[in-house]
DNA sequence: AAATAACTAGACCGACCTGTATACTTCTGC
DNA sequence: GCAGAAGTATACAGGTCGGTCTAGTTATTT
């Protein structure tokens, strides 16, 4: 195995990152929770915000797949409109992770929060994910014929990012649901072939 | 005047606590902007957690007070339903908020980033403040009929916060133009008495 | 005018922070 | 089997952190 030990550190500061935030969580304790020498962490590492960019990475990784394979799994539950039916369960997917035991809300809406500056790396990495995220909402639109694709892609974001928000920030799990049925009411008004 | 130092020192870290963070900003940082001594600091507030939770107590008011005189200011400029124009306006001060030249994202989102516990006196601050922007959404629902009212006020917030998060994260200052689109669709399938 | 409250300036504390240096050990590829 | 890479353990540097303390100064109130 090439470098263990690095993908360890990754996965203990990602686990104490997002749990506890960035500026909160110092490299001792990262490096006594994965068993790791100082060392190790500057051999594979340049610096602390050296690794936050690299756990961001992975987290961004591990968290649009894990949305994409629930997605597809949910797909088929879906009582609505077929060529709806992918992003309705996109929902769905961002529900069950929302309400999953180990939620924090979104890693890198609190990531933009702590490193506020628009051209700091770390922002912008979190400014990377949420791009990606809607690269993965616009994929899952292929069928569906819009009036304003751009448009819609851009309002489900703004609708996904506010019920991970809401469910951290007032500790409300049920946003989700909420959510839910602003994405139908939106795709409601801009489907060329919608029908209820 | 009763304690204008404690005023200044609330005035200094807010602005210091929202431009670069609550954990990022130090204590002395503060102190030499405001232009006080540490132990007046002290006298006034028991801890700088205290201070923060004065701060977004002080900040909560300003900006719900800013965001109600904007909307009513902005009610008589919209072309929808007479009915409706409250609650549009609300977006419309929402994005004349955003896109000031001072918006680093909102400080109880970015707080409750930051103190991720929900047992975190600032995190309960910052919730706190999302009920009221809650209310003050629930406020300007008053003339409008809806099938289901709490619903379509939990589906406002989300994306007025989406709408926050989306310009703060990804640095688009045009997010409250698509929230408003988002919103109107909401009204619009919620709505007993809708006239486009 | 006296007393009390609010304030300044700055030293100081212990704890914690990121990052480096030293010395030694284990693993691994050729 | 040996060289070099990757690892451990730990001390340490240099700085910052929140918070306390002392001592003296200004304001306010009665």
Known sequence: MASSKRALLIDTAQAL??????????????????????????????????????TLMQ????????????????????TCQTK???IMAF????AEWITSEQFFGCMFINGSAEYPRHDDPIHLACREHKLL????????????????KKSVVRQLSIIAD?????????????????????????????CLNYTQ
């Open 91 to 94: 929902f769905d997917a961002l």
């Open 133 to 148: 995220m809607m690269q993965l909402i616009e994929s899952l639109l292929v069928e569906v014929e819009l009036s304003d």
């Open 162 to 190: 506010g019920a991970i928000v809401g469910a951290h920030t007032m500790s409300e799990s049920d946003s989700t649901r909420f959510a839910k049925i602003a994405a139908q009411a939106v795709l409601t008004h801009f």
């Open 84 to 86: 709806l039916a992918p």
């Open 17 to 54: 990152f997002y749990k506890n935030g960035f500026r909160a969580t110092g490299i001792d304790l990262i490096l006594a929770e994965a068993g790791v020498a100082k060392k190790t962490l500057y051999h594979h590492f340049t610096s602390k915000d050296d690794l936050i960019i690299a």
């Open 59 to 78: 987290r961004d990784q591990q968290l649009l797949l894990r949305l994409k394979t629930d997605t597809q799994r949910l797909i088929p539950v879906q």
